[in-house]
């Protein structure tokens, strides 16, 4: 059993960043690749960006550029660094990983960029 938290939505201006973070917890779990997925209203949910084992990444080209993945191992964590913000990156952001063949995904957290 893995429980996902994420912190660090929030309304942000355009052009502007945020760093939203997610941390894993349980017992007896193994984690390869961690992801962040996001949802608008009225939209499938998409997957924003990847990263595998410490350093191999991948990003939704709609991010390409402008969002970083990264993880720090020791504490469980992935983090989403978003600069240059655009009112369509407004969404609900998941975090989510498998563990032994299980899915997990985090509770969400909401990022809104608006003037």
């Known amino acids: 059993q893995v429980q996902l938290v994420e912190s660090g939505g929030g309304l942000v201006q355009p052009g502007g960043s945020l760093r939203l973070s997610c941390a894993a917890s349980g017992r007896g779990f193994s984690i390869n690749a961690m992801s962040w997925y996001r949802q608008a209203p009225g939209k499938q949910r998409e997957l924003v960006a990847t990263?595998?084992?410490?350093?191999?990444?991948g990003y939704a080209d709609s991010v390409k550029g402008r969002f970083t993945i990264s993880r720090d191992n020791a504490e469980n964590t992935v983090y989403l660094q978003m600069n240059s913000l655009k009112p369509e990156d407004s969404a609900v952001y998941y975090c989510?990983?498998?563990?032994?063949?299980?899915?997990?995904w985090g509770q969400g957290t909401q990022v809104t960029v608006s003037s």
């Open positions: 989510n990983t498998a563990s032994r063949g299980v899915a997990y």
């Open positions: 990263i595998i084992g410490g350093s191999s990444t």
